[in-house]
């Protein structure tokens, strides 16, 4: 993870009306897809680290990750890159602080699961958003996202349950953590009403990048291991991030975390071919549980009528 900006609210109409604004729309699809793609690449990246522990992984990474938002944020805004940091207030703050639990936690989940485990757990993201936007901003959650919730709870119980007898259960209780995280993270944008996410993405790889400095043992990490923990930074988050934000303006919230499925599809498939990491039957299970609830959510979005105002 990955970046994702689960369940955003559409800023208008509905998915027929952006179907009719052919070049935009398309355009937001692909950005979309190919973002999630970039995203998928986390797991393989990680299996080929050879010798750095999770805190050394999480530092050059977040190091990385700050820089590279940062830097596009400068050429995106130049002189006026500072007003948009105060203009994103303490919501981009929140935000922040919630991505970078959700970074440090998905590196740990990793590392102490299959990276199928981690997606499928990961992809219920935007359900606990809609959670916590219920409890926190009051925001209305519509039949079918209870419904969604509910299946996606017995996916993820599948999934823990099994892990249990393979000794993966702290990697589940850390990707049940960067769910959290990231929900954490949506709220906030929502809270703020932030039209740029990347001031709160940069904070993110700040606050990460800080963390880890203060728990890491040492910073002795090879070439090999650094250069695929930039690599994580620069291009898996960072272009990741870019692109999603690009295309999320032109695509409607239903069809966001439908088309952003593509890290949780890739992701697997990227170290079964690379490393031979075959998921486990129970692992396979939850997870098609979990994407059913998933897509199912997403799908219910695609209708002709708006939907109501502050509603998920």
């Not at 409890?135 to 996916?155: D, F, K, S």
Request: proline share 4%; aromatic share 8%.
């Amino acid at each position: 993870m990955t970046g994702r900006e689960p369940l955003r609210q559409a800023d208008s109409g509905s998915a027929a009306a952006f179907v009719e604004a052919s070049p935009l729309y398309l355009r937001g699809v692909a950005l979309v897809m190919v973002a999630g793609a970039f995203w998928s690449l986390a797991g393989i990246l990680i299996r080929n680290i050879e010798a750095a522990d999770g805190w050394q992984i999480l530092f050059v990474r977040s190091c990385a990750t700050f820089a590279t938002l940062l830097l596009i944020m400068i050429f995106r805004y130049g002189r006026q890159t500072s007003a948009q940091f105060r203009q994103a207030g303490l919501a981009a703050v929140l935000g922040g602080m919630g991505l970078a639990v959700a970074f440090i936690s998905f590196i740990f989940a990793i590392l102490g699961t299959t990276v199928a485990n981690a997606l499928f757990i990961l992809s219920a993201a935007p359900l606990a958003t809609a959670v916590l936007a219920w409890l926190l901003l009051r925001e209305a959650v519509r039949r079918q996202t209870w419904i969604a919730i509910a299946v996606a709870v017995v996916g993820i119980a599948v999934m823990v349950v099994d892990s249990l007898g393979v000794g993966a259960l702290f990697g589940n209780l850390m990707a049940l953590i960067s769910v959290l995280g990231f929900a954490g993270f949506a709220v906030a944008l929502r809270w703020g009403r932030a039209a740029d996410m990347l001031p709160a993405a940069c904070l993110a790889g700040l606050f990460a990048a800080l963390a880890s400095a203060a728990l890491v043992p040492d910073f002795d990490i090879s070439l090999h291991d650094a250069l695929i923990c930039v690599v994580m930074g620069v291009v898996q988050i960072g272009f990741g991030m870019v692109l999603f934000t690009a295309g999320s303006r032109h695509v409607p919230a239903a069809e966001l975390a439908l088309l952003s499925l593509t890290e949780v599809v890739l992701g697997p498939l990227w170290v079964w071919l690379g490393v031979g990491e075959v998921p486990r039957l129970l692992t396979v299970v939850g997870g098609a549980i979990v994407l059913t609830a998933i897509a199912g959510r997403a799908l219910t979005g695609l209708r002709r009528k708006p939907p109501p105002v502050g509603s998920v």
